[in-house]
């Protein structure tokens, strides 16, 4: 039982649930499948493509719902509270997610076919909150940080990128996305959604598929820089699938600069330019952080302070 236990314990903080970099490369490896699953749903579509290469894209369908419904069990089987997943919502749309090919070998109808495929285009806006979530609770990054600093130093500020820096294309993609899918939801209630032959039916799913690539990357790029400001110096954290740390010392700091455009002053965003000297140091940029004008009176404090020493 025991054993047990510890083997669901380490599938959970692996991919799941976990404080480590696997959990947010299975998010994206997942979030990845589910676009090439909508993409090629896109492409069957076309007229004549899915006549032609009818093997080829069942294969696809299979591929892809083997890999939804071992994900699907693997959650079931290592959840803390089994049940209260499965009736979740994210736990309906993961199930959801897994049934268009087993329904599509017991009944037949375009149309409820189609259906339940616009529950599994659901599930990805379902994963994006999902891996916005875990990336937030997740405190890996802020651990990997503190594994690297000096027995006497401590973090006194850790932060990322804000959001509101990017409000224009996550302003763009969410208007594309609800646009779309109402139009691909339309299609459903009119019971039009065989659209063989209908480009603008067509040109919906694109821009559905583009919209939710939009979100995924900028969520990515969130999360991609992290900073944080010791007692001893200041350090940049790069990369999910790797990683590349870049700090300086506050001995080597001759300056800090803070750039606002307008925009930046309303949303109190902004850039912070420390410049360094010495032939091993690096200049850091702080983009896209939030509150930088706390942020460049903390880095100087500390400046002063070491000088003081």
């Known amino acids: 039982m025991h054993?047990?236990?510890?083997?669901?314990?380490?599938?959970?903080?692996?991919?799941?649930?976990?404080?480590?970099?696997s959990v947010a490369r299975f998010e994206i490896f997942i979030l990845i499948i589910i676009l090439l699953s909508i993409l090629a749903a896109i492409i069957e579509t076309i007229p004549g493509i899915s006549t032609k290469y009818y093997d080829e894209f069942y294969n696809l369908e299979w591929l892809f719902t083997i890999i939804f419904t071992i994900e699907y069990l693997l959650r079931v089987i290592t959840a803390k509270k089994s049940l209260k997943f499965i009736f979740s919502w994210?736990?309906?749309?993961?199930?959801?997610?897994t049934l268009?090919?087993?329904v599509r070998l017991m009944f037949s109808?375009?149309?409820?076919?189609s259906l339940i495929r616009l529950l599994r285009v659901a599930r990805i806006f379902s994963r994006l909150g999902r891996f916005t979530k875990s990336m937030?609770?997740?405190?890996y990054f802020l651990k990997n940080m503190e594994s690297h600093l000096g027995t006497h130093e401590h973090i006194i500020k850790y932060f990322k990128r804000t959001r509101l820096k990017y409000l224009i294309p996550y302003t763009i993609g969410i208007s594309l996305f609800i646009l779309s899918l109402i139009e691909i939801v339309s299609q459903i209630i009119s019971e039009s959604f065989g659209f063989e032959g209908n480009w603008v039916?067509?040109?919906?799913?694109i821009i559905f598929l583009l919209s939710i690539t939009i979100l995924i990357i900028y969520e990515i790029k969130i999360i991609y820089r992290r900073f944080a400001i010791t007692n001893h110096r200041v350090i940049m954290n790069e990369g999910i699938l790797h990683e590349n740390f870049k700090s300086t010392t506050y001995h080597y700091i001759t300056d800090t600069d803070l750039?606002?455009?307008l925009i930046d002053k309303i949303l109190n965003t902004g850039l912070v330019r420390i410049t360094t000297t010495g032939s091993e140091t690096e200049n850091l940029n702080l983009k896209k952080i939030r509150n930088p004008i706390e942020i460049k009176k903390i880095i100087q404090d500390n400046?002063?302070?070491?000088?003081k020493k």
């Open 3 to 21: 054993e047990n236990k510890n083997w669901k314990s380490f599938i959970r903080e692996t991919f799941f649930e976990g404080d480590n970099p």
């Open 90 to 97: 994210q736990g309906l749309i993961d199930l959801i997610a």
């Open 100 to 102: 268009p090919l087993y």
């Open 109 to 113: 109808g375009k149309e409820f076919i």
């Open 136 to 139: 937030k609770k997740s405190k």
């Open 201 to 205: 039916k067509i040109a919906g799913y």
């Open 259 to 261: 750039f606002q455009t």
């Open 303 to 307: 400046i002063v302070s070491t000088h």
